[in-house]
C-alpha cells in the first residue's frame, strides 16, 4: 500500500476488539488502540489493568484470543517479537536486553553482526556505530563497555539498535522508573525529538503521570481490561487519569479496625533510612502480631525492599534491627539464622526445585532439623512434613514431584516451609499470585495464623482488595521512597490508597 493511497484515517499502528485470558481470567476485553507515526501515545492505568499484555502482543510478544492488527490499513498478525520487529515494530522492556561486558557498538549490533570474508568487521561496526551514537547525540564512544554507561545512555542504545533495525513503531515500558528527575526530562526529550524526527510511532507505558504526559499527543487509560478513555492530551487530561484511576470504591476491614487502635506491641522489625541503588531512606515499623502491607506501583521499590531486607539486595545505608538487635543481612542464610522468612513472587523461577516432590520442598531449609550424625533422617522429615500439608488440605500426590500439584497447591507447599521454618519475620511478596478463589482464602487464612502465633509478617500486593482485607497498617512506596507514617487500613478505600501511590 502506497503512502498516496493510505489515508490518514488508516494511517498507523491499530488494535482493533483486543482480547486475551490467562485461564479463564479475562485480561483484556475488547480494547481498542492506535499510534500514529510521529505521535506518542501515553499507556495509563494501576497494577493489572492490562496495560503490559496489551504491549506484548502488539510487540509481538503474546498472541491475542481475538481481534485484528493492522499497520496502514493492512492487516497484520506476529508469531514472535522477530517477526514483530522486521515489520517495523520494536519494544524496550524496563529490564533492558543488552549485555554489559560488551561494548556499545557490539550491543548496537548484536544479532545482525557485520561479517567480511566470513569474519565479524569490528572496524566496520565500530564505524556505524559511531555514526549512530553521533545522529542521535549520545555522548558515548562506540568502543565504551556498555557496563560503564549511565542507564539512561544504556536505555538509548537500546532504542537506537531497535531504530537502525526501521523500527517505525516502538514501545518504551517504564522508561524513567530507574531514573532522577533530570535524567527522565533528558530522556524523554530524546524521545521526542527522534519521534518527531524520524516519524517513529511511540507508546509510553508508565505510572509516572507528571514526567510522560509533557511529552504525550496521546493519551489512553485502561482499567480491568477495558479501555475507559482515550484523547488528546490537554490541560484536564492529569486529572481525568487520576479520576479514573483512582476511582470511587470503598472497603473496610473490620479486623484492621480492631488492630489499628494498638500498635504498643514489641517491634519484631524496625527499619530506619534503609538505602541502595533503588530505595531512598525508606524507614518502617511492624510490631510482632501485625500484618504489614507494602503497596507500590511497577518500580516503585516494594519487592526491592524485601529483598533487602533477606540479603538478596545490598544495603548500602540505614539500620536495621529485630527484637531492639541491629540486624544485616549479606545472604538468605543469614537472614533465615537471623529469623526471617521470604516467599517470592516467582514461584515457579525461585521459589521451589521442580525435580523434587512436595514433601522435599516443605523441609529444604529445615533438614538440618531432621539430621543425626550428618544423615537426614528422611522418614522424621517427611512424616512432619505430611502431617503439615494435610493440615494445610494440600490436595495431590505430595509424595510427586511438585509440578504436578495445581499453582494453589504449589503455593500452600511453600507456606509449609514458611511455617516449618519457625520465623519471627514473615516477608510476603505476592503470595496469591496465581491462584484460585478458594486457594486464596486459604492463603489468607494461613496468613491470619502466623499473626496469632506472634509472628509479623509483612505482605507485598498488587491487590489493593487483598491488602485492606488482611493488613492492618499499609505503607506506600513510590519511586523507591516510602511515605513516612503508614496508613491504617481500616480508614482507606481502594481510592483512597491507589492516589497515595500516584500522586
Not at 499484555?53 to 493492522?70: C, F, H, N, R, V
Not at 565500530?126 to 556498555?146: M, N, S
Request: glycine fraction near 8%; aromatic fraction near 6%.
Amino acid at each position: 500500500m502506497t503512502d498516496e493511497i493510505v489515508s490518514q484515517t488508516d494511517r498507523g499502528y491499530r488494535a482493533t476488539g483486543i482480547r486475551k485470558s490467562y485461564n479463564d481470567v479475562a485480561v483484556l476485553r475488547g480494547v481498542d488502540f492506535v499510534v500514529k507515526p510521529g505521535q506518542i501515545h501515553g499507556l495509563f492505568g494501576h497494577n493489572g489493568a492490562g496495560k503490559s499484555t496489551l504491549m506484548k502482543i502488539l510487540a509481538g510478544a503474546e498472541t491475542p484470543d481475538s481481534g485484528a492488527l493492522s499497520v496502514d490499513g493492512s492487516p497484520i498478525a506476529f508469531r514472535s517479537p522477530a517477526e514483530a520487529l522486521s515489520h517495523g515494530v520494536a519494544c524496550v522492556y524496563q529490564e533492558l536486553r543488552l549485555i554489559p561486558a560488551l561494548t556499545v557498538a557490539e550491543n548496537l549490533f548484536l544479532g545482525r553482526e557485520i561479517a567480511r570474508n566470513g569474519m565479524r568487521d569490528n572496524r566496520r561496526m565500530r564505524a556505524h556505530a559511531q555514526r549512530l551514537l553521533d545522529e542521535y547525540g549520545i555522548d558515548v564512544r562506540a568502543t565504551d563497555l556498555l557496563r560503564d554507561l549511565s542507564h539512561p545512555d544504556k536505555q538509548m542504545i537500546e532504542v537506537i539498535a531497535n531504530l537502525d533495525r526501521n523500527a517505525s513503531y516502538l514501545f518504551l515500558d517504564e522508561p524513567t522508573t530507574a531514573l532522577s528527575g533530570a535524567q527522565a526530562e533528558g530522556l524523554l526529550a530524546r524521545i521526542k525529538q527522534i519521534a518527531l524526527a524520524k516519524r517513529i510511532g511511540v507508546v509510553l507505558v508508565s505510572h509516572k503521570l507528571d514526567e510522560v504526559l509533557g511529552v504525550c499527543d496521546d493519551a489512553t487509560v485502561l482499567m480491568a481490561g477495558r479501555e475507559l478513555f482515550t484523547d488528546r492530551v490537554g490541560p484536564t487530561t492529569k486529572q481525568r487519569i487520576m479520576d479514573c484511576i483512582v476511582g470511587e470504591e470503598h472497603h473496610e476491614s473490620p479486623r484492621s479496625q480492631k488492630k489499628a487502635q494498638d500498635r504498643d506491641a514489641k517491634s519484631a522489625i524496625t527499619v530506619r533510612n534503609l538505602s541502595n541503588p533503588w530505595l531512598r531512606d525508606v524507614s518502617l515499623d511492624a510490631k510482632a502480631g501485625e500484618i504489614v502491607g507494602i503497596y507500590g506501583l511497577a518500580g516503585s521499590g516494594r519487592t526491592r525492599f524485601l529483598r533487602a531486607l533477606y540479603g538478596l539486595d545490598r544495603i548500602d545505608g540505614g539500620r536495621v534491627e529485630m527484637g531492639g538487635r541491629a540486624y544485616r543481612a549479606r545472604e538468605p542464610i543469614g537472614a533465615m539464622a537471623s529469623g526471617i522468612a521470604y516467599l517470592t513472587e516467582e514461584r515457579k523461577k525461585d521459589g521451589f526445585i521442580p525435580a523434587m516432590s512436595a514433601l522435599q520442598n516443605v523441609v529444604l531449609s529445615t533438614l538440618h532439623r531432621y539430621s543425626r550424625f550428618g544423615l537426614v533422617q528422611h522418614a522424621s522429615a517427611h512424616a512432619a512434613a505430611e502431617a503439615l500439608l494435610e493440615r494445610m488440605r494440600i490436595k495431590g500426590q505430595v509424595s510427586s514431584r511438585i509440578t504436578g500439584l495445581s499453582g494453589g497447591n504449589q503455593q500452600k507447599v511453600l507456606f509449609a516451609r514458611i511455617i516449618q521454618e519457625d520465623a519471627a519475620v514473615v516477608l510476603l511478596d505476592e503470595p496469591t499470585k496465581g491462584v484460585d478463589i478458594g486457594a486464596k482464602s486459604d492463603i489468607y487464612a494461613i496468613i491470619r495464623q502466623l499473626v496469632e502465633d506472634g509472628r509479623c509478617v509483612i505482605v507485598v500486593s498488587s491487590e489493593e482488595e487483598e491488602l485492606l482485607e488482611i493488613c492492618d497498617y499499609i505503607y506506600v512506596f513510590k519511586s523507591g521512597v516510602c511515605r513516612e507514617a503508614p496508613l491504617a487500613a481500616a480508614d482507606l478505600s481502594i481510592g483512597a490508597l491507589r492516589k497515595a501511590a500516584w500522586a
